[in-house]
């Protein structure tokens, strides 16, 4: 039975996936190193330094412990700059309806984000009453792929692991939902989500029906 859905924010709610992607592709830049689109795709769900370390591998630079805190801090002062212009529309189209849906079929709705800045993007878009529990980056020693945020999530819903459906648009979130013994729903694209036990290409493209079809995979 699924007991509970506990949604990423970044990329699955709204787009800041975009925004951390622009914010390190400025760092990158600065430090000599091209970041793609598609070098970025290793860059969605891991912590903000894992996410440094994985740039300075692209561009084979090494530094020390203090400059690698200074520049991930610096990004994050870009990111942070990114948030404060941002409003409650830009949340995807049909999310929030979609939450309210499986609210109403008693599923309890949790919000699983490795991001230490999880409180303030659900503060501005408005959306702190629309889940039952918010784990963040915080709140959490290892960052996806480990499966401690979502196990963390399950505990403070308290819903079994094998209970819980996850959404991720981040293929280490998808590793992290399975690793936690959870049904993952990927949210983007088939070739790099494959692992999850389904795909949607956005988030509102899931229909609460499709809960059941998940129980049984
Ligand atoms: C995740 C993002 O949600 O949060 C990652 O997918 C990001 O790209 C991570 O690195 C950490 O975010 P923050 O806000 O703590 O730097
Ligand atoms: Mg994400």
Redesign the pocket.
Same mark, same amino acid.
């Given at each position: 039975m699924i007991k509970a859905c506990i949604f990423?924010? %970044?990329?699955v709610i709204v787009d800041?996936?975009r925004y951390?992607?622009l914010s390190?592709k400025r760092l990158a830049n600065e430090i000599g190193v091209e970041l793609t689109e598609a070098d970025n795709e290793r860059? &969605?769900?891991?912590?903000?330094r894992? !996410?440094l370390d994985i740039i300075l591998e692209l561009g084979k630079v090494t530094m020390s412990e203090e400059e690698k805190e200074a520049l991930?801090e610096k990004?994050?002062t870009w990111?942070v700059d990114y948030l404060e212009q941002m409003s409650p529309d830009e949340i995807y189209p049909g999310v929030k309806k979609l939450i309210r849906q499986i609210g109403e079929k008693g599923i309890k709705v949790g919000l699983a !984000?490795? !991001? &230490?800045?999880?409180k303030a993007v659900v503060e501005i878009l408005k959306i702190q009453d629309d889940f039952d529990v918010v784990v963040?980056?915080n709140m959490i020693v290892h960052?996806?792929p480990h499966p401690e945020i979502f196990l963390l999530a399950a505990e403070r819903l308290n819903i079994k692991p094998s209970d819980c459906v996850v959404f991720e %648009?981040?293929a280490a979130?998808v590793d992290a939902a399975l690793a936690a013994g959870m049904k993952c729903v990927g949210v983007g694209s088939l070739a790099l989500l494959s692992h999850a036990n389904k795909v949607v290409s956005k988030t509102a493209d899931f229909r609460v029906q499709d809960l059941e079809d998940l129980e049984n995979a």
């Open positions: 990423d924010l %970044d990329g800041t996936a951390h992607y390190w860059l &969605k769900g891991v912590s903000r894992r !996410s991930a990004k994050n990111f !984000s490795s !991001s &230490k800045n999880a963040d980056g960052s996806k %648009d981040a979130g």
